[in-house]
């Protein structure tokens, strides 16, 4: 198979004659490894100094990113989701950067004549926990159950559902968006913050590590967060909160540390449910004026119910990834 791509990116794709499945081999192929890409640059560079007597010694990345982006369409009824292992690198993304960096406009006429838009997304599923690096250099911690997505054609605008910790490269020219299910916008240059916004939960929550973040909501800024601040935004009620917090404290979690402060009962099931993988059966005799202070760290599921009985009466029972719990 790696003969048969190779073959492909050095005769058929630099001479524009592959099919769009073809297309997305070279892409699966070049994502592969560091040699693949290392071969593919090679090919592309060979190609080039067999048909042009002038080579542009260096690219400026910056006007050749916009020239592309001038050429691609902006609009997209259909658009066409990549999905992606999360241990993968982005392999539609990495062929954007390698068309803007030799400068050829010949790819956005050939690679996308056929796919106007192209969706990546990432995934982490139910109790477990993921980094990935996006195409600009930006790092993502994803927590159990967040799904993270964005077009190749605009990777510094993304969105997500579920649990996010961002350091985001800097670049002024490009602010970086990320959007939430409940229509909230985030947008920053360069920054640390994490981001929660479970669908079945009624908040989005931003805290604030370093740099700064601007809120805002159908077009309407909100509030400008600073280093230790956290925003609280009640779906239901369209209101936010800003107080000030020990902001490392909520991106504990991508070290594998789960801390929550006086949190409930119910409150507490849900985050319970994504750090072991689990479905939790609540009685809903459980008084709601329990109240949980823990930190996890090794913890097994059975060490925490019994910690969490020392405060609550209750009893459970486990059943593979089945939890019950009744009250006594």
């Known amino acids: 198979m790696q003969e048969s791509i190779k073959d492909i990116i050095q005769h058929r794709f630099l001479n524009k004659e592959t099919t769009e499945q073809e297309n997305n081999e070279i892409l699966h192929w070049i994502s592969a490894s560091e040699e693949n890409l290392a071969d593919f640059k090679k090919a592309h560079q060979l190609f080039h100094l067999s048909n042009l007597k002038q080579i542009r010694a260096e690219i400026d990345v910056d006007k050749a990113w916009d020239r592309l982006k001038s050429q691609l369409p902006k609009e997209s009824k259909r658009a066409k989701i990549i999905y992606m292992d999360i241990f993968r690198k982005i392999a539609v993304s990495i062929l954007i950067l390698l068309a803007v960096g030799f400068g050829s406009l010949w790819t956005t006429e050939h690679f996308f004549s056929k796919t106007k838009s192209a969706i990546v997304q990432f995934e982490a599923p139910k109790g477990e926990k993921s980094k990935i690096v996006l195409a600009d250099g930006s790092q993502v911690w994803l927590n159990s159950q967040t799904i993270l997505k964005y077009?190749?054609?605009?990777?510094?605008?993304?969105?997500?559902?579920?649990?996010?910790y961002f350091e985001v490269e800097k670049d002024t020219k490009h602010p970086f968006e990320v959007t939430t299910?409940?229509?909230?916008?985030?947008k920053v240059t360069g920054t640390k913050f994490n981001l929660r916004s479970y669908s079945d939960e009624p908040y989005v929550e931003t805290t604030l590590e370093e740099g700064g973040v601007i809120i805002s909501k159908d077009n309407r800024e909100l509030v400008e967060l600073k280093p230790g601040q956290q925003s609280k935004y009640n779906i239901r009620s369209n209101e936010l909160f800003v107080e000030n917090v020990s902001a490392e404290i909520y991106s504990l979690w991508k070290n594998n540390e789960l801390r929550v402060n006086d949190i409930s009962f119910a409150e507490w099931i849900p985050r319970i449910e994504r750090w072991y993988g689990v479905s939790v059966k609540l009685d809903p005799k459980i008084g709601s004026k329990d109240r949980f202070t823990m930190t996890i760290k090794t913890e097994s599921l059975r060490e925490l119910l019994d910690m969490m009985k020392l405060t609550s009466k209750f009893n459970y029972e486990i059943n593979g990834e089945q939890i019950e719990i009744r009250a006594k």
Do not use: C, Q
């Not at 605009?154 to 997500?160: L, N, Q």
């Not at 299910?181 to 985030?186: A, F, N, Q, R, V």
């Open 151 to 164: 077009n190749a054609l605009t990777p510094r605008k993304v969105s997500v559902e579920g649990e996010a």
């Open 181 to 186: 299910t409940s229509g909230m916008k985030i």
